[in-house]
């Protein structure tokens, strides 16, 4: 009986990851504990060992979005015969000979639930072998997939997690006008970051995660932060930061972000994060609506740090240094009043801290 090879688990059960290399083509042996592919989720890369001997069968296609915790492949039993493909026998040449389908095993499954007939599917994968991407697209009737613009493997990953955190979630963002009476911090990012997590200790509502309808409140807040790279978002987690000074904290958040783009994070790097900062202030934003990083319930969204003309109490004009906190929260789990109360907390820190 074939063994299930299954995707691991790297970031969430459920989101999807990618197979990047096959390290064993389809019908080949492998022994136990052989390395047999590199798969990624987001920019987390793992390898995949065989769980027994046997020959590999039925695996998914190189950047072919894949759940975590699913199949990537079987290995078939010593003994157990693959299924193959018997040689031709020969025959007439018959003009207009059509040649058999060669698809994926999930694209077969996705073209049998939508109805989808392989044999006028052009094939986008290699040699020709039809993905679930020639499958929707066909189900569509948009023709292949070259035809236009698509999203592909990680690019395609991190979209679709994306969607996860809008979608399962009942988003509301607040937002949040700080003025900081020391000037404009040295480590804006690392500041809030700190804040956030002083005040999640006495927020507990807000620091956690979801665990189907329930919310599991953490002890600890361990606040990832949102890191652009040049092939999209990540949030590796900075530990017990309200434990850090805020220099310790910028040190650490430069040396995750400098392994995210030398795509270096490993899976331990997202592991336990229980709240979310995102900063896009450098573009110039001010306000905006940052989506909730799964299976959290909230994240903090800092804007632009600037200073402007101002009335002090007695009338007159001083220079005044300000930034726009947003915090989006899921009100499935989190009320509109303690949420408030958390973002008024990290702004009364950040006011006097800078």
């Known amino acids: 009986m074939a063994t299930d090879v299954l995707m691991p688990v790297i970031t969430d059960a459920g989101a999807d990851a990618v197979v990047t290399a096959w390290f064993v083509d389809e019908g080949q042996p492998c022994e136990d504990g052989q390395l047999i592919a590199e798969v990624q989720a987001e920019k987390v890369a793992a390898e995949v060992h065989a769980p ?3 020959l590999v069968i039925d695996p998914v296609d190189i950047n072919e979005p894949v759940a975590q915790g699913t199949p990537i ?28 389908t060669v698809a994926s095993p999930a694209a077969r499954r996705l073209a049998r639930e939508l109805g989808v007939d392989l044999a006028g599917v052009s094939g986008s994968g290699p040699g020709g072998r039809i993905t679930e991407a020639d499958v929707r697209s066909a189900e569509a009737g948009n023709g ?19 969607r996860r955190g809008h979608l399962e979630t009942a988003p509301v ?6 003025v900081l009476s020391g000037g404009v911090p040295a480590h804006i990012t690392a500041s809030v970051v700190k804040a956030a997590a002083v005040a999640l200790a006495e927020h507990l509502s807000l620091n956690g995660v979801r665990e189907g309808d329930r919310f599991i409140a953490a002890a600890i807040a361990h606040v990832a932060v949102a890191v652009q ?8 987690v900075v530990r017990s930061p309200a434990e850090r000074t805020v220099d310790e904290i910028a040190e650490e958040i430069a ?35 940052p989506i909730i990083n799964l299976p959290q319930v909230a994240i903090l969204g800092v804007g632009a740090v600037r200073t402007g003309p101002a009335f002090d109490r007695d009338g007159s004009v001083i220079a005044e240094t300000r930034v726009v906190l947003s915090l989006t929260f899921d009100h499935a789990f989190v009320d509109g009043a303690p949420a408030a109360a958390f973002l008024q907390r990290v702004g009364e820190l950040l006011a006097v801290r800078g």
Do not use: Q, Y
């Open 229 to 236: 790279t040049d092939d999209g978002l990540v949030a590796p």
């Open 173 to 178: 963002t607040l937002h949040s006008t700080i």
């Open 52 to 54: 027994a001997a046997g």
């Open 144 to 162: 292949a997939p070259g035809a236009g613009v698509a999203l592909a493997g990680l690019r395609e990953v991190i979209a679709r997690n994306m």
């Open 73 to 100: 492949c079987r290995i078939a039993a010593a003994g157990e015969s693959p299924p193959v493909t018997a040689p031709p026998t020969p025959a007439l040449e018959v003009s207009g000979e059509v040649p058999a």
């Open 255 to 289: 040396r995750l972000a400098d392994r995210a783009t030398a795509k270096e994070l490993a899976a331990a790097d997202f592991e336990g994060g229980t709240f979310t900062v995102t900063n896009l202030g450098r573009w110039g934003i001010d306000g905006f609506t």
